[in-house]
């Protein structure tokens, strides 16, 4: 899969330029998997290389972020950025530009294989910081200018902090949002991000703790201007 995907890739940036009338595009990616659930759903590169849609805006500039759930809140932050055609020197070079996409591509590529390697040797972790993860990377893609934004999030999003879902499991979504906001307020404004939620659970009990959870990230998020979607699995993010 991943030869044909670069195969198509590289066709398609040698067969185009960008199409005059197209606006010029800033596309910003941010991804959160977590470390704290051995068994959540891992990332592939290539349904989250799709969505920048570089064959079609060749000119665009394009931003990744990568960073995980743990047990604590201050986590590491991988990210690659590819210039905007207008602000990248290319020497007279008229292959640069192609070349510069596949290297971004590559790198994220790179990023989220290397991750799935180290996720398959770990160990559940005693705590889980879903929502100040979620949240903070929530604050970054609102305070910047970009015109497509996307935050893909592959948990159970089961809280263990300053909220343990664990044991206070007859929280209501109504409450578990009242606790959330309370304690790191979001953006009020979230106009504009296209926000994935990815779990697939494994039995029904799962499947009623993540509703009650998710449903109250959605009331939070919507009411602020973002679009939210759920589903069990990260083949393709529509």
Known sequence: MKNVFFAAVVIALCSCTQNPDLPYKKIAISLIADTTDIVSVVPKADPILQLYQLEKYPDAEAFFRFKVIKNVKLVPVTSYHLPSTTNMKTGGDPQYRKRAIVQFYTEVRNSINQFKSRVQNSSELPNSECYYTICEELKHLAQNTYDTKVLIVLSNLFEKSFVNV??????????????????????????????????????????????????AYKNMLERRGAMVIVQADAEQFL
């Open 166 to 215: 664990y044991t206070q499991h007859n929280l209501s979504s109504l409450q578990l949002s009242t606790l959330f906001e309370k304690m790191y307020p979001l953006p009020l404004r979230l106009e504009g991000i296209k926000i994935f939620f990815v779990f697939n659970p494994r039995d029904r009990v799962e499947d009623k703790r993540y509703d009650v959870i998710v449903t």
